[in-house]
């Protein structure tokens, strides 16, 4: 295989001279950078100054564009996550529930007993 074989690019052996490192920094080379930086900027600037100019009229378009729009409809809230209780929290309210039970089953009793009391003397039933 030979050295020149493709269309790749070799390499010089020998070390860039001086003289080739200064003529990149030449002046000219220099003040064409900065020539076209300076066009970038000032395209920049005006480029803001039309936005800058143009943001109020802008902003009534978008508020005007808001009015003849019909608000979102109320989404649901979704469902609070349920925690868990602590063991003793628990405990408690199956407790609590257990004397609710035995309390109702108590007042209905009572309400039977005293119904059952009534028929005796006034014969509600047969």
């Known amino acids: ?3 020149f074989s493709g269309n790749r690019k070799v390499r010089p052996r020998r070390p860039k ?6 003529q990149k920094l030449s002046p000219r080379s220099k003040s064409r950078q ?3 930086r300076a066009d970038e900027l000032r395209q ?13 009229r802008l902003q ?16 649901s809230t979704p469902a609070p996550r349920q925690r ?9 309210r ?7 039970v035995l309390e109702s089953v108590l007042v209905l009793g009572c309400i039977a007993a005293v ?12």
Not at 63 to 73: K, W
Not at 84 to 92: F, G, H
Request: aromatic residues 8%.
């Open 44 to 56: 920049q600037i005006h480029r803001l100054e039309c936005m800058i100019t143009v943001a109020p």
């Open 60 to 75: 009534r378009q978008r508020r005007l564009a808001n009015v003849n729009m019909v608000p979102p409809m109320q989404l």
């Open 84 to 92: 868990r209780a602590p063991l003793a929290q628990r405990r408690a």
């Open 1 to 3: 295989m030979s050295l």
């Open 17 to 22: 001279s001086a003289q080739d490192d200064i």
């Open 115 to 126: 119904t059952g009391w009534l028929n005796q003397w006034f014969h509600f039933w047969a």
């Open 94 to 100: 199956s407790g609590e529930r257990l004397r609710m």
């Open 34 to 36: 900065l020539d076209k």
